[in-house]
């Protein structure tokens, strides 16, 4: 019985100490021809590899930014920077416009057909459509 409280109080300490998760989903314009993507076809256009779509990104002080980059391009955030710093010094592409939190990219995405952004599921609405769900 004393083994069973003590896990109870355990479990409760550690759901309330750690931090809930984001669920990153990844959106574009409701009018775009894309009704999903992979990982990699998103990471393309975060990555600088392809300007078909205007990626919207959000704060380095945001942990959905951190999130989103570990699960959808496997690199952590001073990976992107420097591979950011990288295209932009050489002038091969310039950095992504960034917007302050989920509720600005998805208006953002909702007034250009061509672009691309991640936020928090909550965050979705009518006005984008979800072609990646980050597991």
Do not use: C
Not at 106 to 123: E, L, T
């Amino acid at each position: 019985m004393h083994n069973m409280s003590l896990s109870f109080v355990l479990a409760a300490i550690l759901g309330i100490a750690l931090p809930a998760r984001a669920e990153v989903v990844v959106v574009v314009n409701p009018n775009a021809p894309e009704a999903s993507m992979t990982k990699e076809e998103i990471a393309q256009y975060f990555l600088g590899k392809s300007g078909a779509l205007v990626p919207i990104d959000q704060p380095e002080s945001a942990p959905i930014r951190a999130e989103f980059y570990k699960k959808v391009a496997d690199k952590d955030p001073s990976q992107v920077k420097a591979l950011w710093s990288k295209l932009v010094f050489t002038g091969r592409a310039t950095m992504p416009k960034e917007v302050a939190n989920s509720a600005d990219v998805r208006k953002a995405v909702a007034a250009n057909p061509k672009a691309i952004g991640y936020i928090d599921r909550s965050a979705v609405d009518a006005t984008v459509k979800v072609v990646y769900a980050a597991p």
